[in-house]
Nanobody
Framework: VQLQASGGGFVRSGGSLRLSCTNSGGTFSTYATGWFRQAPGKEREFVAALTWNGAVTDYAESVKGRFTISRDNTKNTAYLQMNSLRPEDTAVYHC???????????????????WGPGTLVTVSS
């Protein structure tokens, strides 16, 4: 599994971005996917997660209703659609994947064995 996140950039408050996470190392269809972010000076935190089949999603309270996680297994890619962005959403966003993640631990960073290098999202006020 080799993950690569893309789609980050600079956007004004209230704007939108869509992040992509592609597995260039093979099939993605049996892996749960998570998005995490790390803001400057802060610890990395959970953002959103999606089961391997897309049946169950989970979101941090801070992004619920604004962000949507999805996946296209035919493209070995997961997405994070981010709407109504706020300055406090500024962070490096990482995608993670693992075939053993279940709904009870999908918010835990330690549940994911595979991580991408991250993509920077900057939201100006």
């Amino acid at each position: 599994v080799q993950l690569q996140a893309s789609g980050g950039g600079f956007v004004r408050s209230g704007g939108s971005l869509r992040l992509s996470c592609t597995n260039s190392g093979g099939t993605f269809s049996t892996y749960a996917t998570g998005w995490f972010r790390q803001a400057p000076g802060k610890e990395r935190e959970f953002v959103a997660a999606l089961t391997w089949n897309g049946a169950v999603t989970d979101y941090a309270e801070s992004v619920k209703g604004r962000f949507t996680i999805s996946r296209d297994n035919t493209k070995n890619t997961a997405y994070l659609q981010m709407n109504s962005l706020r300055p406090e959403d500024t962070a490096v966003y990482h995608c993670a994947a693992d075939s053993s993640v279940i709904t009870s631990n999908q918010r835990s960073q330690s549940a994911y064995a595979y991580w991408g290098p991250g993509t920077l999202v900057t939201v100006s006020s």
